[in-house]
């Protein structure tokens, strides 16, 4: 059994923030279009070129997303990890994993599922999401109101939220969960990178895919703390 913990700053809008020794083996990842060493401290890190042609939050969210290109044993287009790996953990940049056990427990809690989610400690509904979303600098002048429309028929308000900051997968993902992730993609790559919008609706368009919930409160709990993103653009 290997961990593999990881994360992508792209734009600059983040910092590496160091954890603590884990109690289990594990690695620690970063894809990044930035200047950094390939080292930086427990932070392995893997140079992107930059795609001046799509939104840094976007070239983020394909490592966020589709990690079953990146950790399945097969070459990626950017980086082949010839460990084994058995679990991966995507953490979003601005998380400060404070606690020794977070992976332990992280793959504690996802237990026999294939994935596991915190829910959103705020809401329960894309379209109250979309509304607090609107205001927000980073999704200015994108279509989210939109977006949810085309989702009515298919996601009920107030049917459940995820907050995608911390992402648990048993690797490799089997071939529904694969299916989760590629339609996922699409819908950020279509509508907007707001990823906590789509995923209601593409779980319920695969079904059957529905990630373990992590009920801890994501704002507060043993694991990790936030810290302010470098910019909210």
């Given at each position: 059994m290997h961990a593999v913990v990881y994360t992508a700053i792209f734009g600059g809008y983040d910092t590496l923030k160091q954890p603590p020794p884990q109690d289990e083996p594990c690695d620690f990842i970063c894809f990044t279009d930035g200047k950094m060493p390939s080292r930086v401290g427990a932070w392995r890190v893997i140079h992107v070129k930059t795609n001046h042609k799509v939104?840094?939050?976007?070239?983020?969210k394909r490592f966020k997303i589709l990690s079953h290109k990146i950790?399945?044993?097969v070459r990626y287009a950017l980086f082949s990890f010839r460990r084994r790996v058995d679990l991966s953990i995507w953490i979003d940049a601005s998380l400060q994993i404070t606690s020794s056990t977070?992976?332990?427990?992280?793959?504690?809690k996802l237990s026999?599922?294939?994935?596991?989610?915190?829910?959103?400690p705020d809401r329960d509904c894309i379209y109250e999401e979309a509304l607090a979303?609107?205001?927000?600098?980073?999704?200015q002048r994108l279509p989210i109101l939109s977006q949810v429309e085309t989702y009515r028929s298919v996601v009920r308000p107030h049917s459940g939220l995820y907050a995608c900051t911390v992402i648990v997968r048993r690797e490799p993902s089997t071939e529904r969960l694969k299916r989760v992730h590629m339609l996922w993609w699409e819908e950020n790559v279509n509508w907007t990178y707001q990823d906590q919008l789509s995923l209601p609706f593409v779980l319920r368009s695969v079904g059957g895919c529905d990630p373990v919930v992590i009920s801890d409160c994501l704002w507060q709990n043993r694991w990790f703390a936030f810290v302010p993103h470098n910019?909210?653009?």
């Amino acid at each position: 059994m290997h961990a593999v913990v990881y994360t992508a700053i792209f734009g600059g809008y983040d910092t590496l923030k160091q954890p603590p020794p884990q109690d289990e083996p594990c690695d620690f990842i970063c894809f990044t279009d930035g200047k950094m060493p390939s080292r930086v401290g427990a932070w392995r890190v893997i140079h992107v070129k930059t795609n001046h042609k799509v939104h840094p939050r976007l070239q983020a969210k394909r490592f966020k997303i589709l990690s079953h290109k990146i950790f399945a044993g097969v070459r990626y287009a950017l980086f082949s990890f010839r460990r084994r790996v058995d679990l991966s953990i995507w953490i979003d940049a601005s998380l400060q994993i404070t606690s020794s056990t977070f992976v332990k427990d992280m793959r504690n809690k996802l237990s026999d599922g294939d994935w596991a989610m915190f829910v959103h400690p705020d809401r329960d509904c894309i379209y109250e999401e979309a509304l607090a979303s609107i205001p927000m600098r980073k999704y200015q002048r994108l279509p989210i109101l939109s977006q949810v429309e085309t989702y009515r028929s298919v996601v009920r308000p107030h049917s459940g939220l995820y907050a995608c900051t911390v992402i648990v997968r048993r690797e490799p993902s089997t071939e529904r969960l694969k299916r989760v992730h590629m339609l996922w993609w699409e819908e950020n790559v279509n509508w907007t990178y707001q990823d906590q919008l789509s995923l209601p609706f593409v779980l319920r368009s695969v079904g059957g895919c529905d990630p373990v919930v992590i009920s801890d409160c994501l704002w507060q709990n043993r694991w990790f703390a936030f810290v302010p993103h470098n910019s909210d653009a």
